[in-house]
């Protein structure tokens, strides 16, 4: 499954490949007067957006006085500057100036309705096909929970790493879930995603026991800490997908004591949790008296952030 392109706008601009390296050589020199901010992490969000909006390939960046004569663009050479410039400053994140981001093989849709999924993220997919090939209790693998899906990046990777299942996405924002429902009918998933509009298991009642895994990756970022994230999350991003009270600890605390009514024997959760939260929620794991095999494993850059707990 490919990545597609989910263009800003349908027209496409001709533009002068010496014009674009032109301006491209500027707003790189003008990136040394920016202070505070990663000059690396800026070049390379240039790139992004220059390569999300044009027909430029990675290649034509490194080689840009080899340019092509002329470059096909979706917006204007003075439009990209007005997204570059709300970049720097209302530090809007690149991925909502051009309304799309990468995730594992996907090219998503986002909003400033849903949290831009992480690369950390990534890792869960991975865990989940691990957890269900390590369960012998598990009769089968066909029916999954993605709590909170927000893009429905989760659920994406669910649906195309057991083809043969269906997946049940929970979102209390509809603006969220129209958002994941594009994503899903942009690579044909719809007939095994099911969206519900509601607050973590209200709309799955009904489905007790029948759940091979249940996945979230729940707001948990302790109230009093949202206004220290960086500027383009605590400005930008949606605060109902960042918020987990005061401890950080509400959502999770709420889906782990309800999960094992909704997991099948020898079923599985795993949860993405905020650094430094892993003593507190595997306590509440063992509280529960409900699941064994209690596991945190870390992401890429070695800290503590997912869960993992089976079903007695």
């Not at 026991?209 to 302790?222: D, H, L, M, R, T």
Request: aromatic content about 8%.
């Amino acid at each position: 499954m490919q990545p597609q392109r989910q263009p800003l706008r349908s027209n496409a601009f001709q533009v002068s490949g010496q014009r674009l390296w032109q301006w491209y050589q500027q707003a790189i020199a003008n990136l040394s007067q920016e202070q505070e901010r990663s000059l690396v992490d800026l070049r390379q969000e240039l790139d992004w957006l220059l390569l999300e909006i044009s027909n430029l390939t990675p290649l034509d960046l490194k080689l840009t006085p080899s340019a092509p004569p002329i470059v096909q663009m979706q917006v204007s050479l003075e439009e990209l500057q007005q997204l570059w410039q709300q970049r720097l400053t209302e530090n809007k994140p690149v991925q909502h100036l051009t309304g799309t981001t990468h995730w594992r093989q996907f090219h998503l849709q986002v909003s400033k309705d849903v949290l831009i999924p992480r690369p950390e993220t990534e890792l869960l997919i991975d865990l989940v096909v691990d957890a269900a090939q390590n369960s012998a209790r598990l009769d089968h693998l066909n029916l999954w929970a993605d709590l909170g899906t927000g893009s429905g990046a989760i659920a994406l990777g669910l649906a195309t790493a057991f083809p043969q299942g269906t997946v049940h996405t929970v979102d209390c924002s509809r603006e969220a879930l129209a958002v994941a429902q594009r994503n899903s009918q942009t690579y044909g998933l719809d007939p095994q995603i099911h969206f519900h509009w509601g607050q973590w298991f209200g709309p799955l009642v009904g489905l007790e026991g029948q759940f091979s895994g249940i996945v979230s990756n729940p707001p948990y970022i302790p109230t009093e800490i949202l206004p220290t994230l960086q500027p383009e999350v605590f400005e930008h991003e949606p605060h109902l997908a960042l918020d987990g009270g005061e401890d950080g600890l509400d959502a999770i605390q709420e889906i782990v004591a309800i999960a094992p009514q909704y997991l099948q024997p020898g079923g599985f959760l795993l949860l993405e949790m905020m650094c430094g939260q892993d003593a507190a929620v595997k306590t509440l794991l063992i509280n529960q008296g409900q699941y064994e095999q209690i596991q945190i494993h870390p992401d890429l850059a070695g800290i503590p952030r997912f869960a993992q707990a089976y079903r007695i």
